[in-house]
Nanobody
Framework: VQLVESGGRSVQAGGSLRLSCATA????????VTWFRQVSGKEREGVAC????????YYGDSVKGRFSVSTDRAKKTVYLQMNDLKPEDTAVYYC????????????????WGQGTQVTVSS
């Protein structure tokens, strides 16, 4: 089982980034795949979820209207398009997966990637 994040880097406020989560080793079509982020010392935050069971998307309040989650079933990859980035978006971004319906509750997820750092400067 594998989840590998990529695409994190430093960017100026107002800029855009696209993160990728490449997966392998589980039934992609039955899993919810979600992006979380975490700043050291703070609670993990659910950012965006793609539910492959019903093709619904869920977003955290702080990113609605700016971030968009999408999927490529052929590549078994989930993307996070981040626009109008703000310094408060700075965090390590993780993708996670679990066999179920979409949710932003981190404790539901049992498969995690290693994370990719996103830094937004003002």
């Amino acid at each position: 089982v594998q989840l590998v994040e990529s695409g994190g880097r430093s960017v100026q406020a107002g800029g855009s980034l696209r993160l990728s989560c490449a997966t392998a080793g589980f039934d992609f079509d039955d899993y919810a795949v979600t992006w979380f982020r975490q700043v050291s010392g703070k609670e993990r935050e659910g950012v965006a979820c793609f539910s492959h069971r019903d093709y619904l998307r869920y977003y955290g309040d702080s990113v609605k209207g700016r971030f968009s989650v999408s999927t490529d079933r052929a590549k078994k990859t989930v993307y996070l398009q981040m626009n109008d980035l703000k310094p408060e978006d700075t965090a390590v971004y993780y993708c996670a997966a679990y066999p179920g319906w979409g949710t932003l509750l981190w404790y539901e997820y049992d498969l995690w990637g290693q994370g990719t750092q996103v830094t937004v400067s003002s």
